[in-house]
Nanobody, 121 residues
Framework: QVQLVESGGGSVQAGGSLRLSCAGF??????MAWFRQAPGKEREFVSA???????RYADSVKGRFTISKDNAKTTLYLQMNNLKPEDTAMYYC?????????????????WGQGTQVTVSS
């Protein structure tokens, strides 16, 4: 059983930065992803890193966010720079035992509890 724990959320002003972490994978052959959900909106894909290290980003965060994982592949990170008020959401990490990450939330069996990111203008 995979238990994921996110941390690093908080409140920042527009233009600021935050680094989210997600611990608990334990194995190296999971694809890992970040999703977010704002109040009243659907959960949306943010970024993913495949087992081979390939990365993908939603257009809305490309150039501002960077996904990475540590060498032991047990912790996932999301560096978020130049944050905007529209980035305000609950951020979730997700894992799937696969080499390639899909971008649909329903494809992921393992989820963390979420960490709140609030960006003020």
């Amino acid at each position: 059983q995979v238990q994921l724990v996110e941390s690093g959320g908080g409140s920042v002003q527009a233009g600021g930065s935050l680094r989210l972490s997600c611990a608990g994978f334990g194995y190296s052959y999971y694809c890992m992803a970040w999703f977010r959900q704002a109040p009243g909106k659907e959960r949306e894909f943010v970024s993913a890193i495949d087992n081979d290290g390939s990365t993908r980003y939603a257009d809305s965060v490309k150039g501002r966010f960077t996904i990475s994982k540590d060498n032991a592949k047990t912790t996932l990170y999301l560096q978020m720079n130049n944050l905007k008020p529209e980035d305000t959401a609950m951020y979730y990490c997700a894992a799937k035992y696969a080499n390639w990450c899909p971008t649909t939330s329903s494809s992921f069996p393992y989820w963390g509890q979420g960490t709140q990111v609030t960006v003020s203008s």
